[in-house]
């Protein structure tokens, strides 16, 4: 069995270190749902001890697979853990209750996504140059620690209160490069995580790839969207069969 054992079981010293034993109910007042996915949820909520603004990502490690998902827990909290930069998300600490990890985080006001809905057009280069010169700040840091996003979008990219550009979202984050793993949003993958399965590893440049689609996402036209859906079907015509069957793209453009 993987380090960190049965899900939810604290035996292991160094996993037991990862979470406050706090009963994070009584710590935490107000949520509301802000956000979900795949994952579980994400909450605003403010801590009761100094009246704080914050954000939780509540992700389940009960039911089926419950212990690939506890060691996906223990992944991302350890990853969390490690960062220390004005654009990266900020990590307040994890609670467990009921077979549920709370992850609390610095609360931000939305993602680079949420501004494409709120303005219901596409955003001026200037702006979209703003966005990006945090994401690369962010992104350089990563990589000087050797660590990959490895799911760079304008979703995934947030906007705190005082206009600082964060990274967030690390549940699919490589802890070290290279890597080898097939996973992030198909779209803003780079082609060399698409092949890795049989073609070796690889490092931080996936990231900058897939922020270059978020560029092209953030200032979006019917023409560059037909660009590069074509540009990306005919990458994906050149891959054997079984990827084929793997990435299950849909026939339309997801921006």
């Known amino acids: 069995m993987p380090a960190g054992g049965r899900a939810g079981s604290l035996k292991d010293p160094d996993v037991a270190e990862l979470f406050f034993k706090d009963d994070p109910e009584k710590l935490f007042s107000d949520l509301r749902e802000i956000g979900h996915g795949s994952f579980g949820a994400v909450y605003f909520a403010r801590d009761v001890r100094n009246s704080e603004v914050v954000a939780i990502k509540k992700m389940s490690y009960s039911g089926k697979q419950s212990n690939e998902k506890w060691q996906d827990i223990i992944k991302e909290v350890r ?92 549940g699919s984050a490589s802890i070290m490069a290279p890597a080898n793993s097939f996973v992030g949003t198909p779209y803003w993958m780079a082609p060399e995580v698409i092949l890795a399965m049989d073609e070796g590893q690889y490092d931080g440049k996936v990231d900058v790839w897939s922020l270059g689609i978020t560029c092209i996402e953030l200032g979006k036209d019917d023409i560059l969207c037909s660009f590069v859906l074509f540009s990306f079907h005919s990458f994906l015509f050149l891959l054997p069969s079984p990827y084929h069957l793997i990435l299950r793209f849909s026939s339309s453009c997801p921006f």
């Open 79 to 170: 990853f969390l853990q490690k960062l220390r930069h004005p654009n990266t998300i900020q990590y307040r600490g994890c609670y467990l209750r009921e077979h549920t990890a709370w992850l609390v985080m610095e609360y931000c006001l939305g993602s680079a996504s949420d501004l494409l809905e709120v303005h219901k057009k596409p955003l001026q280069e200037v702006e979209i140059a703003a966005v990006t010169h945090g994401a690369l700040q962010g992104l350089a840091y990563l990589h000087s620690h050797n660590m990959i996003h490895r799911d760079v979008k304008a979703g995934n990219i947030l906007l705190s209160e005082p206009g600082l550009v964060k990274l967030g979202d690390f």
